[in-house]
């Protein structure tokens, strides 16, 4: 009972020593302690604690019964019962012993899987940090193509109003010289009807003069 006491102590104390330093082991313990929490192994454990508890127990009432029964008058244990108690003692501190170190690897074996969460949570935090910054960093550069699209489309814009404001000015200049152009022709074709009436007054007064020649010429004969 007492080596088979020393030896689970030992190997408890092997498991905290694993679980405190960051090796190849400390990962493998994780992982073994993880499967044993998982189905039926924390009832075992329990079952195990709890059978080891009562022998304590029992221990400790063996002392007590031992101390009653076996003392003398002045008080002093027998060489045997002497024996008995130590023994008794012995067991009753290696199993207070394990019961301790049991709590302690499932302590610190919550403490952690605690602390990998926390780490996994903070890694986490940090990429959504680190992607909200790049997306920042994108929003800033599409900001700033969208404001040199603006200003490149502003210049094309005062560009077409240039050249709408020119187009419309040429369009007022060949407008106003259209109607100069119309406004003399007009005056042309008045010249040209005066000139035609002019060309029938005189081709009426030569008719004119023409009959009063032969007419004349013609009372001359005779």
Known sequence: MIQLLFIVIISEMALILACLFRTPLRKLVI????????????????TAAGTVFVVLLTSLYGMVKIK???A?????????????????????????????????IDRIHHYIRELRVRRKTMEAIKKQ????????????????????????????????ESNIETTTKEAHAAEAS?????????????????????????????????????????????
């Open 129 to 160: 940090n680190r992607g909200s910054e790049d997306g920042k960093a994108g929003g800033l550069d599409e900001v700033k193509a969208l404001e040199n699209e603006m200003s490149t489309s502003r210049l094309r814009i005062k560009q077409l």
């Open 68 to 70: 009653r029964s076996g």
């Open 178 to 222: 259209v109607d100069a152009l119309r406004k003399q022709s007009e005056g042309f074709l008045l010249e040209y009807d005066r000139l035609l009436e002019e060309n029938q007054n005189l081709k009426n007064q030569l008719q004119s003069l023409d009959r009063k020649v032969s007419h004349s010429g013609s009372k001359k004969d005779p």
């Open 31 to 46: 992982v073994g302690l993880d499967q044993i929490k998982r189905g039926r192994g924390p009832v075992v454990v329990k």
């Open 72 to 104: 003398d008058a002045v008080g002093i244990l027998s060489p045997t019962d002497q024996i008995l108690m130590f023994k008794h003692l012995l067991e009753v501190t290696l199993m207070g012993f394990f019961l301790f170190l049991v709590l302690m």
